[in-house]
């Protein structure tokens, strides 16, 4: 059984390309309001709400007896709207090595195609695939989609 590996989804959003990867590029802040059933709360840890490199902190609940609070360093690819976090430790970096969520958000009509790519490696064979957080991600997408679509 492979320990490293890679899963893609791709879900077609109402808002904007530009609106969406703006939340995630410098208003993330705003996450725990739109997606608060999932996520309670986010904190910059080191560096601020902009700059890559930036270190947050979130506080998120999967299922009722899985919370967490991973801390994740931010990058940015403005032009291709790409946002890619990496996983530094928290509950996660108990399980995975390597924990890599990767957001490309395309235009597509008034709307856009988001897709995530999670790479992960764990940590011994016994881990399982991170599928649980992938939904976790899937539905806080959704979430923000909607509370961003109602915005306009």
């Not at 893609?8 to 993330?28: D, H, I, M, P």
């Not at 709307?111 to 790479?119: I, W």
């Amino acid at each position: 059984m492979a320990l490293h590996g890679k899963i893609v989804t791709t879900l077609e959003l109402k808002s904007s390309a530009e609106k969406f990867y703006k939340v995630w590029r410098s208003e993330s802040f705003h996450v725990p309001k739109h997606a608060s059933k999932h996520i309670q709360g986010v904190d910059v840890h080191a560096g601020d709400w902009e700059t890559a490199g930036s270190i947050r902190i979130w506080q998120y609940t999967i299922v009722k007896a899985m919370e967490g609070s991973p801390r994740e360093e931010v990058s940015f690819d403005d032009e291709n709207r790409i946002i890619t976090i990496n996983g530094l430790e928290g509950d996660i970096m108990k399980l995975y090595k390597v924990y890599k969520p990767i957001w490309k958000f395309t235009p597509k009509g008034s709307g856009c195609l988001a897709k995530l790519t999670l790479e992960y490696e764990k940590l011994h064979p016994d881990v399982p695939v991170p599928e649980i957080y992938v939904d976790l991600i899937v539905h806080m997408t959704k979430d923000i989609d909607e509370a961003l679509s109602m915005d306009s």
